[in-house]
């Protein structure tokens, strides 16, 4: 069964430091997502990608954040100067056309020291 | 703001009870729902959508309810397997996620 995978898992990091979270979406699926999860809060929604440019974000993704589908499979996110605060797992979801489930990525859990 | 509330838990129930979980949501044109269950530190996986007729699948059952705005997810003959946090999600216009914080559930022996 296909799946979304990430890497890495752990990403380990100091304040001020650029980091790049990897994803591989679902191979057919058009619409590409980030979410993110605080250690013990909900799932919060991030980006949304589509047809290669950022269809909606949220007020957290600011101009610390970018994504980026630089080869047709991988869909990256990257976070430019990262604070404590971004510390947090960090979900990748990929969905097809004509439907709305979105399958998620085991996650790349960021620990920012 | 539009939220998506849910009763934190946990619900602790033994094995074979028969538990429901309600959710709510604010958006009334919102049309697609969903419920994901989430395993301690692991992603949200699919469980099932949510439809007005309802929609089951074999001991779940999950059912939509327009007029008051809440979703439900109702288990039956509980499994140690089901203890998870189960996540109801409402899909806004443009698709992304809005989740609620969770129920969480134990089931036990």
């Known amino acids: 069964e296909p799946e979304v995978t990430q890497t890495p898992s752990h990403q380990v990091t100091q304040m001020g430091q650029e980091v790049i979270l990897r994803c591989v979406p679902i191979?057919?699926?058009?619409?590409f997502y980030w979410y993110r999860q605080i250690l013990g809060q909900k799932v919060e929604f991030l980006v949304s990608?589509?047809?290669?440019?950022?269809?909606?974000k949220s007020e957290i993704f600011d101009d610390q954040f970018s994504v980026e589908r630089p080869d047709g499979s991988n869909f990256t996110l990257k976070i430019r100067s990262t604070k404590l605060e971004d510390s947090a797992m960090y979900f990748c979801a990929s969905q097809g056309v004509s439907e709305y489930e979105q399958y998620f990525g085991p996650g790349t859990r960021l620990t920012v020291t | 703001r539009k939220e998506v509330e849910q009763d934190p838990g946990p619900f602790n129930v033994p094995e074979g009870a028969t538990v429901a979980f309600n959710c709510t949501y604010s958006n009334s044109a919102s049309q697609s729902f969903f419920w994901y269950r989430q395993d301690c530190r692991k992603e949200p996986k699919l469980l099932m959508s949510?439809?007005?007729s309802g929609n089951e699948d074999g001991r779940f059952t999950a059912q939509l309810n327009r007029a008051s705005q809440y979703i439900s997810l109702l288990i039956r003959d509980s499994k140690l397997s089901d203890s998870a946090t189960y996540l109801c999600v409402e899909v806004s216009g443009t698709y992304k996620y809005i989740f609620g914080t969770g129920t969480r559930l134990k089931v036990l022996a």
């Open positions: 990608f589509y047809n290669n440019e950022i269809s909606e």
């Open positions: 191979s057919n699926h058009l619409y």
């Open positions: 949510v439809y007005s």
